[in-house]
């Protein structure tokens, strides 16, 4: 509740201006830092198709480390894990293209994606996109690539069947 009214502030504030300022008490939900003009810190993100712009919840640090590494750790857990609900979970939605957090970077209802950031310090506006991240034929042919490791049916080569009390079944040749 106050974060929201802390937020629609923010909105009324800024309704003329392009670029806003940090609000009172602005803290980064990564670091617990604060988010203030002094520390050049503060962070803007454009969503699309709305084309709002909106106050970022991490300080700078955080949106330059989640724009260097997103889209290289989504590739790497989707290769890593064992768990297959969490497999169908990740490549649900593709391989990312733009940063993204929930928390930090919520949208609006209609929006798609954070397309832009504007970042306080150097007052410069740049793209969203992730480092390494691909679009178009490029993007389905890795998204295809990486659906490999889902297993559609039955288990994997070495996998025990077990009985209804977790037992090892004997198999029976």
Not at 19 to 38: F, R, S
């Amino acid at each position: 509740p106050q974060l929201r009214t802390q937020l629609l502030n923010f909105d009324i504030r800024n309704k003329m201006a392009e670029h806003g300022e940090p609000y009172d008490g602005m803290m980064c939900l990564c670091t617990m830092e604060d988010i203030t003009v002094e520390d050049g810190n503060y962070v803007e993100y454009q969503c699309h198709p709305s084309l709002k712009w909106k106050p970022c919840l991490y300080e700078r640090a955080v949106v330059e480390k989640l724009l260097e590494e997103q889209f290289t750790a989504f590739v790497d857990r989707v290769k890593k894990t064992d768990c297959q609900a969490e497999l169908r979970r990740l490549l649900a939605t593709g391989p990312p293209i733009w940063v993204e957090d929930k928390h930090a970077l919520p949208l609006d209802d209609g929006d798609t994606h954070v397309v832009q950031l504007w970042f306080a310090s150097d007052k410069e506006e740049r793209s969203a996109k992730l480092k390494g991240a691909v679009e178009g034929d490029e993007r389905k042919a890795l998204w295809d690539d990486l659906k490999l490791f889902i297993i559609e049916e039955g288990k994997e080569e070495g996998d025990e069947e077990k009985d209804a009390n977790g037992a090892k079944e004997e198999k029976s040749t």
